[in-house]
């Protein structure tokens, strides 16, 4: 089993609704990602994490660290926001040492 | 302020050579860490380093190195490279370990 699941793996979307993506963690961490990958590569990281809610623009993101389960919602969905979309946790590896492991992405099509 | 930046963006080699792949941090940031994304792995991490120290590696081989210079600037080697190594290869840097992380655009290797 992998250490950060996402679902939905594909989702399909007309312009204007509102998406939901979660991400399910089996491990300890110290906070979490939440990333953007579009065609060609570049990632950017959208939102960090470790408690409670953040919102920018029309993205928000929630953790609930007791669940270990977050999610990341975009409101008023936008062919622009169609990416990539990939949970990454921060957890301690080694006494002090970080790293990064990441879910699969989901893959989010918004359609006009 | 200038991103994250990797060098080269493209490269093709042949079985059996080597590569160097080259990544230029935030100004002011001394954490950096590479990343390796494939079709079916998707992305995993390689290792970290701090203050020109590996602090943290993944399971990758040996043929894997990395290190960091005195200017935060990293470089990582892939020697006697397979088919299996062709991939997206991201390099992320951060203030400190642990903090948000900051990708570049990747280095996509093909290997022949």
């Known amino acids: 089993k992998n250490e950060v699941e996402q679902s939905p793996q594909n989702l399909t979307a007309q312009e204007g609704e509102f998406i939901t993506i979660n991400c399910s963690y089996s491990?300890?961490?110290?906070?979490l990602h939440w990333l953007q990958q579009h065609p060609g590569g570049g990632i950017v990281s959208l939102f960090m994490l470790s408690s409670g809610k953040k919102k920018h623009g029309r993205l928000i993101a929630t953790i609930n660290i007791q669940e270990k389960h977050s999610s990341l919602h975009i409101t008023a969905s936008h062919p622009r926001d169609s990416a990539v979309y990939i949970c990454?946790?921060?957890?301690?590896?080694?006494?002090?040492?970080?790293?990064?492991?990441f879910g699969k992405g989901t893959l989010l099509t918004v359609n006009p | 302020k200038a991103g994250v930046t990797q060098t080269p963006r493209y490269l093709i080699k042949t079985r059996g050579q080597q590569v160097t792949l080259s990544c230029s941090p935030i100004?002011?940031?001394?954490?950096v860490s590479w990343y390796q994304q494939t079709p079916g792995q998707g992305l995993q991490f390689l290792f970290e380093y701090f203050s020109e120290t590996q602090r943290n590696k993944g399971n990758f081989p040996g043929r894997f190195s990395g290190r960091q210079f005195s200017n935060s600037r990293s470089e990582m080697n892939v020697s006697t490279l397979e088919l299996g190594d062709s991939a997206l290869y991201l390099c992320a840097s951060s203030p400190l370990p642990g903090g948000e992380a900051f990708f570049g655009q990747g280095t996509r290797l093909t290997v022949v």
């Open positions: 990454a946790v921060i957890s301690m590896s080694g006494g002090s040492n970080y790293k990064l492991t």
């Open positions: 100004s002011g940031h001394r954490s």
């Open positions: 491990v300890g961490i110290s906070a």
